[in-house]
């Protein structure tokens, strides 16, 4: 066995212990060394040098597996271990025109438009991207040519399976929109049953072009010993729409970051999120929102709903700067507390340094309505099935500003959560 | 003896004696009362002499405490059964201030309830299609726009489509014992009539209704068999249904003795 040399320890060690210096063309073997330095002098408190990334899937998966939560009519690619796996592939319906491939694939002939983007975009201080842009290996490039109108949606699905030692899968995904067109990408995270930890760290880079309208939606749904870090990194055109929508139910630890910068005037961004976290999970929601020039519209609605002894955060900065005049933005964070000892932090921030902008945020913690539930009693429905009636109206405003084809599915996975969510690792 | 003569009916309710406390203060303060399959009971009095808590606490709201006494509702212990378990077995309360549940569809919720109802009679649940013809057919009964079906429960009723609401759940839910509390709250004299022939339309000799009211002015509308004065946690006088106009014309003060 090669010697590591001595100052490398923890997750510098991993690093060249993989050679990943050497991994990949040019731009992305600096990318990486820029990542290690990062990650070497932030120092990470958290342990990540014990999950190991892998070369390739754990186990073989068969499509049964895959069946489960695929998406009725979409276009996919899979994802097992934070490798794509063509042979599960559904891409037939993919437009003429339109390119999706692995990042694996497109790195072996990099184009001067993937090394324009990839890694260029997230921003590269965050502990998150550090740590997936070092490590990078496999994900999705998605590219949309002007005036492209995607009607299947994009399903990026990734499974997570039951390694032996403590995995860690670092899956990157760019989606590039061009100029007056329009998709619908739906980025998927399943833990199939396992009894080990592992961690997923997901960094998606999405440039929304002139007058794109992307809707992201991300479901989270692994399994409860997992960790997941994510960040999403929005790039916005002149009028560009972009609608991202968070739905996560997963892993022991979970943070889904946003960093949105608002750059061209007419942009408009909307942010959705329902986050659902029982036992002892961990939820944090940090979300950025930068206002940069002048007429740029921004929405947030996230909602939380926590029970047993879960900790939640939602850290929302709205940010507008000096030359963004006319800015508009709206920001809501609401939360519903099943339990005693649930906890949640709930922090919207505004930063204004315009004087001609219209700039709003609120934010509850509450529980069920004793008086609701009394009434639902009375008219002879049990205190669980109340207790759901209501949990459900609570989500339904978010659930119903995403997507229609995945709707039906988030009311079925709500459900499923809260019939399981008194079962510790019942969930997802 | 010769059992020639029908036996003396069973009350379907029977108060004897009931003592309730809301946060240590004794509200209720040994209440009677005897009410029969088909009647309709007014209860009345001064704001204050525990109306409205009797209705609650027959239909078991949290936060009562009974301190002696007993119901028994059709010979069961009604004090130990639960909120749902009441309203399966046929108690209904007609709520003075009805919730609004945003979210949650009229339509939607009325279905979840009588499932509920028909689970627990042992039958299976109606489904969404037979049920949407059940519910027009109900609200036409109670005079209820079907636009109100769709939305969410009270979400942006006024005061007189709250209280349409709740007697729609009692024409659903069809029980043995209605408790209305203070049904003429806040309504106009037309919400008034409209909100009472849904009752009327309602009364039938196996159902017996618990009308609480502080006017005698619903009596107009439903008129009662038997009207009752409470007063100081107690019934001070009962009588039949021209005890309402004689209160009507001498006040609560009259019945102080």
Known sequence: ????????????????????????????????????????????????????????????????????????????????????????????????????????????????????????????????????????????????????????????????????????????????????????????????????????????????GPGAHVDRVKLQRENLHAEHRAVLAVRQDRDAVVRDHLFSVGAAASRNGIDAILGSPGGDLHLGGLFLATGTQRVECPTLIDHAVHHTTSRELYKGVLDGAARGSFIGMVKVRADAQKTDSGQQNRNLLLSESALMHSLPQLEIHADDVKCSHGSTIGQLNPESLFFLRSRGIDPEAARLILTRAFAQEVIDQMPEPVRPLLHDLLAQWFACRKVAGAVA | MTPTTSAPRKPLLLIQDLHVEVDGKEILKGLSLTVHAGEVHAIMGPNGSGKSTLAHVLAGRPGYTVTKGSVLYHGKDLLAMEPEE????????????????????????????????????????????????????????????????????????????????????????????????????????????????????????????????????????????????????????????????????????????
């Open chain 1, 1 to 208: 066995m090669k010697a590591v040399s001595q100052a490398a320890t923890g997750i510098a060690a991993t690093y060249q212990h993989g050679n990943w210096a050497k991994r990949g063309p040019g731009f992305l073997r600096e990318a990486r060394e820029q990542a290690i330095a990062t990650l070497n002098a932030k120092k990470p408190e958290a342990d990540f040098a014990r999950f190991l990334p892998i070369d390739a899937p754990a186990r073989a998966v068969a499509e049964p597996e895959v069946a489960l939560y695929r998406i009725a009519g979409a276009i996919e690619l899979v994802f097992v271990d934070g490798h794509h796996v063509p042979a599960l592939d559904r891409v037939k319906d993919l437009p003429r025109g339109v390119t999706l491939q692995s990042l694996s694939t497109a790195l072996q002939r990099p184009t001067e438009t993937l090394e324009h983007h990839l890694a260029r975009h997230a921003d590269a201080d965050d502990l998150t991207v550090a740590l997936n842009t070092a490590f990078l290996q496999d994900g999705a490039f998605l590219q949309v040519p002007p005036h492209a109108d995607v009607e299947a949606p994009i399903h990026l699905l990734h499974l997570a399976t039951e390694p032996r030692a403590p995995t860690a899968c670092h899956v990157r995904h760019l989606l590039l929109a061009g100029e007056l067109s329009r998709c619908t990408v739906i980025e998927s995270y399943v833990g199939l049953a396992s009894p080990d930890a592992g961690l997923t760290t997901t960094v998606t880079e999405l440039v929304a």
């Open chain 2, 86 to 257: 009441r309203a399966r077995d046929g108690v209904f309360l007609a709520f003075q201030y009805p919730v609004e549940l945003p979210g949650v569809s009229n339509t939607y919720f009325l279905r979840e309830a009588l499932n509920a109802h028909r689970k627990h009679k042992g039958l299976g649940e109606v489904d969404a299609v037979d049920f949407l013809d059940l519910i027009k057919q109900k609200a036409r009964l109670v005079g209820m726009d079907d636009k109100f079906l769709s939305r969410g429960v009270n979400e942006g009723f006024s005061g007189g489509e709250k209280k349409r609401n709740e007697i729609l759940q009692m024409a659903v839910l069809e029980p043995r014992l209605a408790l209305l509390d203070e049904t003429d709250s806040g309504l106009d004299i037309d919400a008034l009539r409209n909100v009472a022939e849904g009752v009327n339309k309602l009364r039938s000799p196996e159902r017996a209704m618990v009308v609480v009211t502080h006017y005698q002015r619903l009596l107009d509308h439903i008129v009662p068999d038997r009207v009752h004065v409470l007063q100081g946690g107690r019934i001070v006088k009962s009588g039949g249904k021209e005890l309402a106009l004689e209160l009507e014309q001498s006040g609560y003060e009259a019945t102080k003795a």
